[in-house]
């Protein structure tokens, strides 16, 4: 059975390394062309193609997927099954009837949570179960019938980047089981139910900023939680930008945006609802820190505000 693997963030490095070093036969790798670093100079690799790169399989990188080039230089793969995870691009029709077989691995428990953030949401709503669902490649967006779900229990102290990596390595195992009942002749689907359908965004650095003034301490930790790496969830401070990377929630009475509390290891600020007690920050141009090393470094004054 030939594989044509689909793929271009670090969720889709774990499947790929898993379905390489396992026995099923990968005949290429699609993904999206190299990206500009920050400083827009150097061209970065995307992580699929570095892994891809690193077993010597072939690699293509079309800009667009809806031209002829494109179709017939996947065609040339000969596959039998695409595997698509985190590619980042819709596959046309005209891709689409290439293989018999087009799985996708999605870290949600759809239909709830399709499109590009999943992971994003399920930590900003402060959901206790998440999962991973393996289904169909549709012409619609993570609409696909369902081959196989794995519920995964999201726990207090999961951020961004814990739950990203258990839900890649779920979904790796998941896939790997999908594809031997696909070479078996054993594989079943359901359809998944339009009308539960909710939907994610692209997450934008704007979506990291607090306002303790609207925003309550739940919800701000939980932005912690979800933005954990990028955006971040960030305030200001006579003009200078802090990243949050952990906080508690405290239900307790207390003026929106105001420093309520200060010590050598405790520095609590006011939110709508509640306040948080910041446990890890990251102070402009400098590395993330524990309250208490940032607190030797900087003063606070209960009553001072915080934007």
Known sequence: MRILFFGTSEFAVYPLKMLIESHFDITGVVTTPDRPGKRGKKLIEPPVKVLAKEYGLPVIQPEKLK?????NSIAEFKADVFVVVSYGKFLPSSILKLPKYKINIHPSLLPKYRGPSPINYALLNGDKYTGVSIIDVSDKMDAGDIY?????????????????????????KMAVCVLESIESGDVKTKKQNDEDATFTKIIDKKDGKIDFETMSAVRIVNMARAYYGWPSAYCSYKSKV???????ALDIEAKPKEVVRVSK???????AKGAISIKKIQP????PMDIKAFLAGYRFEVGEIIQ
Do not use: P
């Open 67 to 71: 031209d002829s080039k494109a179709t």
């Open 148 to 172: 196989m779900q794995w519920v995964e229990k999201v726990y207090d102290n999961d951020n961004y980047e814990t739950l990203h990596n258990r839900l890649a390595l779920v979904g790796s």
């Open 242 to 248: 802090f990243k949050i990377f952990e906080a508690d």
């Open 265 to 271: 290891n405790e520095l609590v600020i006011g939110c």
């Open 284 to 287: 402009e141009s400098k590395k």
